[in-house]
């Protein structure tokens, strides 16, 4: 039995005092991939693969190429990052990771964590108290997902209520205001937004919501 976790976005959170419990016993998986460029101020790509035996890091990425591999000398395999990577000779992405870290230290990363992961409980409690949101979960990190359900779409399938929000989502975009990502929720359409900018204020969560408003107010007619 092999336990492998999907921490890319989540994963941070083991940085931060007080959000590491949420990712309590991750340690306990055989693998984890954890995505530096989600929320550790990198650029796309960096992400890492770790692994609880050291063993397992040459069992996955298994490959044939005589021209790049040297199994009479198996001890250089500690030098030779294709034996461990898909990308072979690609850029090496963690420098980037490497120098933010060394230059301002691991609270930063912490900083982050805190700050967004706060900001999407203060996007949940505005969305619970507008009439015309409906918050799909509580959430536990900087990701939330909602519908905007105005009192006009009252005679509306529930359907035609997922398409309603895949079309406020598609408008909003388009219009370059801001980025939200399209979900579902019991298989019915749902937009999604995740604070991932630390500079993000409880503002901007109003002027979304206002934005979605007269969008979806367009849309009707």
């Known amino acids: 039995m092999w336990l492998h976790v999907d921490a890319a ?86 420098f980037g990771l490497w120098g933010v870290w060394s230059m301002f230290g691991r609270q930063l990363f912490a900083d982050m964590v805190d700050v967004t992961f706060d900001l999407g409980r203060v996007f949940y409690e505005k969305l619970c108290e507008a009439d015309d949101f409906e918050a799909l979960h509580e959430p536990e990190c900087n990701i939330v997902m909602f519908r905007y359900t105005p009192e006009s779409l009252r005679d509306f399938t529930k359907e035609q209520i997922g398409d309603f929000q895949l079309e406020i989502r598609r408008q909003i975009i388009q219009s370059g205001e801001f980025y939200i990502v399209q979900n579902k929720s019991e298989g019915i359409g749902a937009v999604r937004v995740t604070i991932i900018n630390p500079l993000t204020e409880a503002s901007h969560l109003d002027a979304l919501m206002e934005t979605i408003r007269e969008t979806g107010r367009r849309i009707i007619g």
Not at 15 to 29: C, I, M, N, P, Q
Not at 43 to 72: I, K
């Open 9 to 94: 976005h989540g994963g941070s959170a083991c940085l931060s005092s007080k959000y590491k419990h949420l990712v309590k016993g991750l340690d306990r998986a055989d693998g984890i991939v954890w995505d530096a460029h989600k929320m550790m101020f990198v650029p796309a790509l960096c992400a890492f693969v770790f692994y609880r035996n050291r063993e397992h890091r040459f069992e996955t990425f298994r490959q044939n190429a005589p021209y790049l591999f040297d199994p009479s000398a198996p001890g250089m395999a500690e030098y030779d990052s294709g034996l461990k990577t898909i990308e072979c000779t690609k850029r090496a992405a963690a």
